[in-house]
């Protein structure tokens, strides 16, 4: 059975930081590009950071360029957000999502809020 559970959010002052991670199970990690994405109330949900399979590659939304880093250790089946710098509109639910080819799994999020 497949699971994306994801931890670390809570609440921060602006100009905090938080890492999240998210662990996986239940299918082969190492071959799923993994992706950070995050909903805010009343809005859709936005890819925020996305990695390669393999860590070669990652890209980020303009958002978060330069303070958000995407990476992944393959070993321990766990993909991390580190977040600095953090400003009251990141504040959102994180949701970690695996993708191959034809499938597509979701995690059930951890909430983020930036707020004094």
């Known amino acids: 059975q497949v699971h994306l559970v994801e931890s670390g959010g809570g609440l921060v002052q602006p100009g905090g930081s938080l890492r999240l991670s998210c662990a996986a199970s239940?299918?082969?990690?190492?071959?799923?590009?993994m992706s950070w994405y995050r909903q805010a109330p009343g809005k859709e949900r936005d890819l925020v950071a996305h990695?390669?399979?393999?860590?070669?590659?990652?890209n980020y939304s303009d958002s978060v360029k330069g303070r958000f880093t995407i990476s992944r250790d393959n070993g321990k089946n766990t993909v991390y957000l580190q977040m600095n710098s953090l400003k009251p509109e990141d504040t959102a639910m994180y949701y970690c999502?695996?993708?191959?080819?034809?499938?597509?799994?979701w995690g059930q999020g951890t909430q983020v809020t930036v707020s004094s």
């Open positions: 990695i390669s399979s393999i860590g070669g590659r990652s």
């Open positions: 239940g299918f082969t990690f190492s071959s799923y590009a």
């Open positions: 999502k695996a993708g191959t080819y034809g499938r597509v799994y």
